[in-house]
């Protein structure tokens, strides 16, 4: 799923409701201004879809008085649990960018805005892989952190992902994931110690801050779950040696609820087989091993007419695949999942709501048109929509 928009429902169209909508008029009888970092339209219209998707504990006018009141009282308001569920859950149906939110509702929420410190930002990353990974089990879970406050950001988490492999440089070109060299370099530079010898699947420290310098914390080996890769028919492959870690926990995208921003929001979904076999280990700048497999495979590189990449990008992603349903660990295809994304889409608009879609990133990089999310087009992300998940520089 890895790791980014419905339309709000008007308000004009729930008038009937006993309790009526936020209006201009009862924002300025609260005497309330915006604080500067808060967007009142913002945290009305949030207020709006919330009543008109689901029926909370609190009724509409009474909880538009609190906020009110306590944004008066302290620059800024505080989510209701209910609300913090909601907004979450939201943010994963309007990810433009996913193909799994048909599964948005069943999204759980770990909520520890308590936490900001970060060694307790660490401890319940580390308590978030454990509790999301369930021996193989993948559940959708999200952790919420401290939110930004007047004059206080929240902590930030700097890793993209909480469990991401290093990449070293060397004599003979990068060892590990390329794409994380800078990262790595940074924590090297920070204080890491790496393995001895150092490895093509050596698991980054976490980098943690909260308006001071960043501080590392490593992870445990047995909080992460890896499987490592075999075929089915191609004995030599497992002389490969390759890996995976099997939960993609994204952690530098700030959640953004009703006008408050939770810059440390880390959520997990489960991997797609092609996210892995056609991306991470595949791409030129990443593992480039399209490559090996196909000197293995005895397959002529000399001209691309030959589809070399094709034939070792089908059997990459096969290895992928068949070694995560042999280790019992929760992994979606590209096919069945591009199936059960028309079905989220078909939902969304029975309800009313738009389901805009990033084509470049539904659309699998392997067998795309043989997809049926290949063969239509989508409604554009609308910016500015919320609840939603930030990209990771815009955590204010």
Known sequence: MTTVVAREICPAHHRGSTHGPVTEAATRRSGVTSPGHLDLDEVRSFLEQLHAETSPTTPRQRRWQEICDEIAATGTYTHTTEELEYGA???WRNSARCI????????????????????????????????S????????????????GPGRPGPRIHNDQLVRYAGYHTPSGVRGDGRHTDFT?????????????RGRFDVLPLMISDGGAPELFAVPRD???????????????????????????????????????????PFNGWYLNTEIGARNLADADRYDLLPVIA????????????????????????????????????????????????????????AGRRCPADW??????MSGGLTPVYHRYYDEPEPGVTPTFLPPAAAS
């Open 89 to 91: 859950r939201v943010a």
């Open 100 to 131: 799994g939110r048909l599964y948005w509702k069943s999204l759980r929420v770990r909520d520890l805005r308590d936490r900001r410190a970060p060694a307790d930002v660490a401890a319940e990353c580390i308590t978030h892989l454990r509790e």
């Open 133 to 148: 990974t369930r021996g193989g089990r993948i559940r959708s879970t999200i952790t919420v952190f401290a939110p930004n």
């Open 185 to 197: 370099d940074r924590a090297l530079a920070a204080g890491w110690v790496p393995p001895e010898p």
């Open 223 to 265: 909080a992460v779950l890896e499987v490592p890769l075999v075929h089915p028919d191609l004995e030599w492959f497992t002389d490969l040696r390759l890996r995976w870690h099997a939960v993609p926990a994204i952690s530098n995208m700030p959640l953004r609820v009703g006008g408050i921003t939770y810059p440390a929001a």
């Open 295 to 350: 000197a293995r495979m005895g397959l002529d590189t000399r001209s691309m007419r030959t589809l070399w990449k094709d034939r070792a990008l089908v059997e990459l992603v096969t290895a992928v695949q068949h070694s995560f349903d042999v280790a019992g660990v929760t992994m979606a295809d590209h096919h069945t999942e591009s199936e059960r994304f028309l079905t989220h889409v078909a939902r969304e608009e029975a």
């Open 360 to 365: 470049s990133w539904i659309v699998p990089p």
